[in-house]
Each structure stands twice: as C-alpha cells, then as structure tokens.
C-alpha cells in the first residue's frame, strides 16, 4: 500500500473525528484499541475462491450522540486473506487453492443502537476501504492458471481496486470498558474492476468483498 492512500486515510480519519467531537452532546467519549479475527471471501462468478482468516487492529471511539443512539468512528489496520482455485501449467492434475494477502486501511463511521446502554448495542454504517495489491503468498504459484481459463495467471489478479466502498452490521456486547463485538462488511463497489482495464482473458470481472470480523475492544 502506497505512502499516499495511508496519509489519505489518516487525514480522513482525523476530518471526521474532529466533526464527530463537535456533535457529542452528553460528554461521553471513550478511546478504545481494538483487536480482531476476520474472515475475508471476495463473492464473485469469476474466479473460484474460499473464505480465509486474516488479522485486525486499530482505534475507535464512541461517543453518545442522543437518546439510546452512540456514534462509533474507528481506523482499523487489516491484513486479510483470499484463496483462489488454480492448476500447475505443466500438469493440470496439480490443483489447489492459491493463498493471497490484502492489506488495507479501514475507517469506519457507525451508529449505534442502545439495547442495554453501555453493554449491549447494534451497529450499523459506511466504511471506507483503502487497500494495496492481492498479493499471491508464494512464488511458487505465480504462474498457475486460475480455475475456468486457459491464460489467466494468478499474478494477473494482483492489481485490484484500490478504494472501496462497504457497509457493516454487528452486535456488540460485554462491559462499559471491555467489550466483544461481531461485525459483518459486504462491499458495495467492485473491487475487481480495475481487472478490466488490462489485457486479460476476462474484461469482465465482478466481485464485492465479504468479511466477518470477530474482535475485542479496550476502552480507556
């Protein structure tokens, strides 16, 4: 991921917290550092892929916005994880799932619904994703073939969108100042489609992120 997407994002991150801080009517606001599990599967017809573990840290706050509603904005580091179904070119009969890494740069900017204020909440909004190449995790299967071509390389992928666009849901659940939360991201633009301005097989591709992430936050 390039020096300009990170400074991109944190300035973002910055713009919003400072609007955020303004809002805040009921003076509670709390930083927390969050750590999480996520499993990340790109939902395409294009290529043949399995849901993959990765990893998550990062930063939020919450804040009491009005009534039983909180405001959550957070920036979150992610190392994610796809594979990818491809075949040696010299025998076809050595087949398997080709692991790719995706590191990217999230803010998130999400309300909060109140079941049992500071306990038990609902979460929902936008996230922001900024994110560097699909890089394949082994030379050794730069040159496979992905399942359903006859050119297509697994390094003819790497290059993917680089800014993407996600909504998320979750529950959130434990103490004022620990808690555990479940979120679920669905991409809502197309993160293969920056494919398409290549010279590949495909000039088609079409494919949304989709990610569980299992985390745990400290607040101070």
Same mark, same amino acid.
């Given at each position: 991921?390039?020096?300009?997407?990170?400074?991109?994002?944190?300035?973002t991150?910055?713009?919003?917290?400072q609007?955020?801080?303004?809002?805040?009517f009921?003076h509670?606001?709390?930083?927390? @550092?969050?750590?999480?599990?996520?499993?990340?599967?790109?939902?395409t017809?294009?290529?043949?892929t399995k849901?993959?573990?990765?990893?998550? @840290?990062?930063?939020?706050?919450r804040?009491?916005?009005?009534?039983?509603?909180?405001l959550?904005y957070?920036?979150?580091?992610?190392?994610?994880k796809?594979?990818?179904?491809?075949?040696n070119?010299?025998?076809?009969?050595?087949?398997q799932?080709?692991?790719?890494?995706?590191?990217?740069?999230?803010?998130?900017?999400l309300?909060s619904?109140n079941?049992i204020?500071?306990?038990?909440?609902?979460?929902?909004?936008?996230? @922001?994703?900024?994110?560097?190449?699909?890089?394949v995790?082994?030379?050794?299967?730069?040159d496979y073939?992905?399942?359903?071509?006859d050119?297509?390389?697994?390094?003819?992928?790497?290059?993917?969108?680089?800014v993407?666009?996600?909504?998320?849901?979750?529950?959130t659940?434990g103490?004022?100042?620990?808690?555990?939360t479940v979120?679920?991201?669905y991409?809502?633009?197309?993160?293969l489609?920056?494919?398409?301005?290549?010279?590949l097989?495909?000039?088609?591709?079409?494919?949304?992120?989709?990610?569980i992430?299992?985390?745990?936050?400290?607040?101070?």
């Amino acid at each position: 991921m390039s020096l300009k997407k990170i400074i991109f994002v944190i300035l973002t991150f910055l713009f919003i917290q400072q609007a955020f801080s303004q809002r805040n009517f009921d003076h509670y606001n709390r930083l927390g @550092l969050t750590a999480g599990y996520s499993l990340f599967d790109i939902s395409t017809s294009d290529l043949t892929t399995k849901q993959t573990g990765g990893l998550m @840290l990062g930063f939020t706050t919450r804040g009491a916005f009005r009534n039983n509603f909180d405001l959550i904005y957070g920036l979150n580091f992610l190392n994610t994880k796809v594979e990818v179904l491809g075949s040696n070119p010299t025998s076809f009969t050595d087949t398997q799932y080709i692991e790719y890494t995706i590191p990217s740069v999230q803010i998130n900017f999400l309300g909060s619904y109140n079941i049992i204020k500071h306990h038990l909440s609902l979460e929902f909004g936008p996230v @922001l994703n900024v994110n560097g190449k699909m890089k394949v995790d082994s030379e050794r299967y730069e040159d496979y073939i992905l399942d359903g071509y006859d050119t297509l390389k697994a390094t003819d992928i790497e290059d993917i969108s680089p800014v993407n666009f996600l909504v998320a849901g979750g529950i959130t659940g434990g103490l004022e100042s620990f808690r555990a939360t479940v979120q679920y991201q669905y991409g809502v633009t197309n993160m293969l489609g920056k494919l398409n301005d290549k010279d590949l097989e495909n000039t088609d591709f079409k494919g949304n992120s989709s990610n569980i992430i299992f985390a745990l936050v400290v607040y101070f």
